[in-house]
């Protein structure tokens, strides 16, 4: 089992940043990727951003709607994943999940994803 716990959402101004964490505890050594994904009112979740733990660690993955946005990265000493978000966008406005991969997929899709935060709010005024 893998825990995952997000913090650092709450509510920014367009064009600001805020840092995304999400820390990680339990079997985390069986983790090979971890993905951000978001989820705004009446809509799907979707894909924000991967980085890999094995094979090709480190590689990074985004939507494109984030390409040169948001950067996800890793401290592995710390368990902890994040993704720091700039030049924020109302539209990026969502509940954002951590979500962790033990065997390795399609990074882009949620159902290759085993393990899941319990989200944390952001929200982007206009």
């Known amino acids: 089992q893998v825990q995952l716990v997000e913090s650092g959402g709450g509510l920014v101004q367009a064009g600001g940043s805020l840092r995304l964490s999400c820390a990680a505890s339990?079997?985390?050594?069986?983790?090979?990727?971890m993905g951000w994904f978001r989820q705004a009112p009446g809509k799907e979740r979707e894909f924000v951003a991967a980085i890999t733990f094995t094979w090709t660690a480190g590689n990074t993955y985004y939507a494109d709607s984030v390409k040169g946005r948001f950067t996800i990265s890793r401290d592995n000493a710390k368990n902890t994943v994040y993704l720091q978000m700039n030049s924020l966008k109302p539209e990026d406005t969502a509940v954002y999940y951590c979500?962790?991969?033990?065997?390795?997929?399609?990074?882009?899709?949620?159902?290759?994803?085993?393990?899941w935060g319990q989200g944390t709010q952001v929200t982007v005024s206009s």
């Open positions: 979500a962790a991969q033990v065997q390795s997929g399609n990074y882009y899709r949620s159902s290759n994803y085993h393990y």
């Open positions: 339990g079997r985390t050594s069986s983790t090979c990727a």
